[in-house]
């Protein structure tokens, strides 16, 4: 008795075409979307001008506040800092609107002075070069009525990290989604044989 050997078993396209789809959707999903976490700048805010019904001209608004003021309260957000560029964050509260804000360290033995720029609340950064093991950072600030205050502040530098330990959370994260992938395929070809 001759045994007939079996025709190998034919998959359809339409069947090709769901198992593509299902590929790219699961590689869209693992993978996942990388994005920088940078932000705009805020634009200035206009001066308020006001029309002077007496004299006609256009002069400046009448402040609504009182004129006696305590100085600004400043407080570091960032410590420790990283060698490199660094966007250094401070909170600073006063009763009155802030009006100036500007940061001074030393970069390569030369004084640099950076204007803040106003984050949230009354959050406020700049960016800044920082060399390992200290780095003195001069902070100003003064508000509307000309109340002002200063903080110095000797920050520790940590050494930056290397490009291994920068890529390596990446890579991991990349070869476990690839795992994760082929786990899929394999199981999606196994139903596929035994299925069809």
């Known amino acids: 008795m001759v045994k ?41 805010v206009p001066e308020l001008k006001i029309q002077d019904s007496f ?62 720029v106003k984050d949230t609340g009354s959050v406020f950064k700049a960016l800044i070069d920082a060399k390992q093991p200290y780095q003195t950072v001069k902070v100003d600030a003064r508000d509307l009525y000309g109340d002002s205050s200063t903080m110095v502040k000797k920050l520790q530098v940590l050494p930056k990290p290397s490009i291994e330990d ?4 990446s890579w991991n994260h990349l070869l476990d989604s690839t795992r994760n992938m082929l786990n899929n395929v394999m199981m999606i070809l196994f139903f596929l044989d035994t299925h069809v």
């Not at 050997?5 to 090709?16: C, D």
């Not at 309260?73 to 250094?88: A, H």
């Not at 609107?97 to 002075?113: A, L, V």
């Not at 920068?166 to 959370?169: E, F, I, N, R, V």
């Open 166 to 169: 920068a890529l390596g959370s």
């Open 55 to 116: 004299e006609g001209e256009i002069g400046e608004r009448e402040l609504q506040f009182p004129k006696v003021f305590q100085p600004p309260i400043i407080e570091v957000m960032t410590d420790p800092l990283t060698e490199g560029k660094n966007v250094f964050r401070i909170n600073i509260t006063s009763e009155a609107p802030i009006e100036d804000c500007k940061i001074t360290f030393m970069k390569d033995e030369i004084k640099k002075t950076e204007d803040c």
């Open 4 to 44: 007939r050997l079996s025709q190998p078993k034919v998959i359809s396209i339409k069947m090709w075409s769901s198992f593509a789809i299902y590929i790219i959707l699961l590689v869209m999903i693992s993978v996942g979307v990388s994005y920088a976490g940078a932000q705009m700048l805020p634009l200035p």
